[in-house]
């Protein structure tokens, strides 16, 4: 399948966004740190410094852009996401992760988007 019938089958655009991304896997508290690749209105990619696996449930912090940078005021797109690609082949910037957003909520202000992670 070609690039461009395979853009012509996707439901939703798909936006190459560098966003900064943090995740925490199912059942641990440590928070990964990362950047986004591309965001859509059904997955996001990014490069993680850990490889993930097919099928794993993970919670995802992205930090959206503000309308006035710099003032301290942030918004936060918090997903439930499932892994569905993954690309194993170690390259100096991380490992390419494709993930399903299940559900999701936009977090308003300055507080830590990890408190309420347990939905």
Not at 48 to 75: D, Y
Request: charged residues 25%; proline residues 6%.
């Amino acid at each position: 399948m070609t690039a461009t019938r395979d853009a012509e089958h996707r439901e939703y655009e798909r936006l190459p966004l560098h966003l900064p991304l943090q995740f925490t896997r199912e059942g641990r508290s440590e928070l990964v740190e990362c950047i986004t690749e591309s965001i859509s209105g059904a997955e996001v990619c990014f490069v993680s410094p850990e490889l993930l696996q097919l099928g794993e449930r993970m919670n995802v912090f992205v930090l959206l852009p503000t309308a006035i940078p710099g003032n301290g005021f942030k918004i936060h797109l918090k997903c439930l996401v499932h892994v569905e690609r993954v690309d194993s082949a170690w390259s100096p910037s991380g490992f390419r992760i494709g993930c399903r957003i299940r559900d999701y909520t936009i977090l308003f202000g300055n507080t830590d988007p990890r408190k309420d992670s347990e939905s």
